[in-house]
């Protein structure tokens, strides 16, 4: 289990997004290999909602993944005790869409998809307990067969940690470990933890991308080939 954290919501989807992405992709030259098909499936962890805070509830963590990053919303289902929309839906299918099902606490019981590789929590103080319900989710190997494509050998953890708490969730996630059935010693041994302080050293600000100059004159960017969500994030400066 490799584990990443980061003290910002944001950021730790965008990563959590692009693990995803970069495993669909050794998930189709694995396809080219032995021919099993394996489309990678993210479990996101809400919080739970509570009246009068501001919580990244269910809602929110649907809007971000739709309206922030463009995820289409044939690839996006919530699973919580008071909606399923899952149903009976098969999502090892090659016909499915399905790419991430946001839940709370735990996914309804018995409910079982070995494609879910990457756990995306926004549950900052999640017990162990709590990272139980969802971790056992992401150990399930596809076909249980070692792939020849090493990432897709290990389960991702993206979590919403604060600063000084990465240490809390480590020891949280190994405790998860042992009780999805694991001996502590090897629980201790199959988490992957960042050595540096900021396990996602990534742009928390703007991003400045100076446009090519051809003859003296700056290229100008073609907005029109973008979605129009994103067209509104880009501020254009012509001087």
């Avoid at 919501?9 to 692009?18: D, G, P």
């Avoid at 009246?51 to 289409?72: H, I, N, Y």
């Avoid at 999502?91 to 735990?106: F, K």
């Avoid at 041994?189 to 003296?216: C, F, K, M, R």
Wanted: hydrophobic share 40%; with cysteine; glycine share 4%.
């Amino acid at each position: 289990v490799e584990v990443h954290a980061h003290p910002t919501e944001k950021i730790v989807l965008r990563e959590a997004l692009a693990r995803l992405d970069h495993l669909q992709k050794e998930a189709d030259a694995e396809e080219k290999v032995s021919g099993a098909y394996v489309r990678p499936v993210m479990l996101l962890q809400a919080q739970r909602q509570t009246a009068g805070q501001q919580t990244v509830s269910v809602t929110e963590v649907k809007r971000m993944l739709l309206e922030d990053f463009q995820v289409p919303q044939a690839e996006v289902v919530i699973c919580t005790g008071a909606i399923d929309e899952l149903g009976d839906t098969d999502v090892m299918s090659r016909d499915c869409p399905i790419r991430y099902i946001i839940t709370v606490d735990q996914l309804r019981e018995g409910w079982d998809c070995p494609f879910a590789s990457v756990l995306c929590t926004f549950r900052e103080s999640a017990s162990a307990t709590a990272i139980e319900q969802l971790l056992g989710r992401i150990l399930r190997q596809p076909y249980q067969t070692r792939k020849t494509r090493e990432d897709m050998n290990l389960a991702y953890v993206y979590a919403v940690s604060a600063e000084g708490k990465f240490l809390e969730l480590v020891q949280n996630i190994g405790q998860g470990l042992v009780k999805c059935g694991i001996e502590k010693q090897d629980a201790k041994e199959l988490i992957i933890a960042p050595q540096h302080t900021d396990p996602l050293p990534l742009w928390e600000n703007s991003v400045t991308v100076n446009l090519p100059v051809v003859d003296g004159k700056v290229e100008a960017l073609d907005m029109s080939v973008l979605p129009e969500a994103l067209r509104k994030k880009i501020e254009v400066n012509e001087e």
